[in-house]
């Protein structure tokens, strides 16, 4: 009997721990980043988004990486308290470690559309049919945009140099192979954390005649 009782609270215990532990993990993921924030404004102006909405520079939207289309977030900046609500209709940022992309509008009210780049902060109020206590964001997968199989290296580096006019925050790597006993030159551009990041991207790029093939790391 007393062996039985120990089971049944070391049972009791475990349980308890199992489900504290949950509890303090859907709270710590309370939806709330830290970062750097950059906008978009006239160039982008009238184009389709991710989410099928042609973006509009003078409304209150943004892009992220994760967060589902409708998700309203609240962007504060740090430097002066100001805060705005936006709703997610698009992807991104596709450079480097910036968090969010907000629109035009949202980034004259935060004050940072004369830096181009800030440090805010972002807290998920709103997902559209989720609960915010046991909502997740995913896990990322990096995908880039594979460009090229050029037998001259200079040819490899005058396309490297077009992709940094386009963006001069853009990541381009180099790459050599040996393709039946010849050397060729590839270009592996960005890191995106899924395929459709990586595949909006190369929308731009088509654009201007740099889109290449969007392929898993």
């Known amino acids: 009997m007393i062996y ?3 089971c049944i609270l ?3 215990i475990i349980f308890l721990f199992i489900g504290i532990g949950q509890i303090a993990i859907a709270q710590d993921n309370t939806q709330t980043q830290t970062g750097p924030a950059s906008w978009y404004g006239s160039k982008y102006h009238g184009r389709k988004t991710s ?3 042609r973006y509009n520079k003078n409304d209150m939207t943004a892009a992220h990486k994760t967060l589902p289309f409708g998700t309203k977030v609240k962007v504060t900046n740090p430097a002066n308290n100001e805060s705005v609500i936006l ?3 698009d992807r991104g940022p596709f450079v480097g470690n910036r968090i969010i992309d907000v629109s035009e509008v949202a980034a004259k009210k935060l004050d940072i559309h004369s830096l181009g780049v800030a440090e805010v902060e972002v807290e998920v109020i709103e997902i559209p ?4 206590a046991t ?3 995913a896990e990322p997968t990096i995908y880039a945009i594979q460009k090229g199989e050029y037998s001259s290296e200079e040819l490899a580096l005058q396309q490297t140099e077009r992709l940094k006019a386009f963006d001069k925050h853009l990541t381009v790597e180099l790459m050599e192979e040996k393709v039946r006993g ?3 030159h590839k270009l592996k551009i960005g890191r995106f954390d899924d395929k459709q990041h990586a595949e909006a991207f190369n929308e731009l790029l088509k654009d201007e005649g740099l889109e290449g093939v969007v392929a898993k790391l």
């Open 4 to 6: 039985n009782r120990k």
């Open 87 to 89: 709703r997610i209709n």
């Open 135 to 137: 909502a997740t964001v």
């Open 182 to 184: 010849k050397k060729i």
């Open 51 to 53: 989410s099928g909405e």
């Open 129 to 132: 049919g989720q609960s915010l």
């Open 10 to 12: 070391l049972t009791v």
